[in-house]
């Protein structure tokens, strides 16, 4: 069982490129979320997933927009990257009220 | 609106050195507080629920527990490879996780 994986493991980007962030889960969680981690800031919510079909905003879900299409998949897209979204992005999906990450994504925007 | 502050933001202790990291919290409606640990380059790992003060949980060397305000995360005589980030979250009923910055522990041999 891999539980989550996110690709890719690390990206630069030019600035006002689209990119999307890739995450699967294979312990079929109803719950899914994306968070951003920055020094001194801590993990902030982007966006989450309560159930299949369904999406809600976090704290920072500005220049941010994810889909789900089914249980397992959880992209996030960025439609025209800035530099302030240089951060190590972290998928989680959970079950009950214990959350489980994967490995994270460090995104570099120049 | 629902904050997690942690305590101190870095603690460098000797092997065996005994200590607590603090996770000071203010929510409504406390669903549970969460204790995570995050190696450099990983993801943050599940470690601890805590539900309702007065609960303590253990694990190895850690031991966690939770007051109205705030939770202690003990370390009893910790060895190097208890060095990481442990980051503390709550979740509010009805609401989502609030993550705090997280305590960076070294631990010397």
């Known amino acids: 069982i891999a539980g989550i994986t996110q690709a890719p493991t690390s990206q630069i980007l030019a600035a006002g490129r689209r990119m999307t962030l890739r995450c699967t889960q294979d312990?079929?969680?109803?719950?899914m979320y994306w968070y951003r981690q920055d020094l001194g800031l801590g993990l902030r919510l982007i966006h989450y997933s309560n159930t299949a079909g369904t999406t809600g905003k976090g704290e920072v879900p500005d220049g941010y927009s994810v889909s789900r299409a089914n249980t397992d998949d959880f992209p996030l897209t960025l439609a025209s990257a800035v530099p302030s979204q240089t951060s190590v992005y972290f998928c989680?999906?959970?079950?009950?009220?214990?959350?489980?990450f994967g490995p994270g994504t460090r995104l570099t925007v120049l | 609106e629902d904050q997690v502050t942690q305590s101190p933001e870095a603690l460098r202790l000797q092997e065996g050195e005994s200590s607590s990291l603090n996770c000071s919290y203010t929510?409504?409606?406390?669903?549970?507080l969460f204790w995570y640990r995050q190696d450099p380059g990983k993801g943050p790992e599940f470690l601890f629920t805590?539900?309702?003060a007065g609960e303590e949980k253990e694990k190895e060397r850690l031991k966690a527990t939770l007051t109205k305000k705030e939770s202690f995360l003990h370390i009893t005589a910790p060895k190097p490879e208890d060095s990481a980030t442990y980051l503390c979250a709550v979740q509010a009923y009805g609401q989502n996780f609030v993550f705090g910055p997280g305590t960076r522990l070294s631990v010397l041999p």
């Open positions: 805590l539900y309702s």
């Open positions: 989680a999906s959970s079950e009950g009220n214990t959350q489980y």
């Open positions: 929510v409504s409606g406390l669903r549970g």
């Open positions: 312990m079929r969680h109803n719950a």
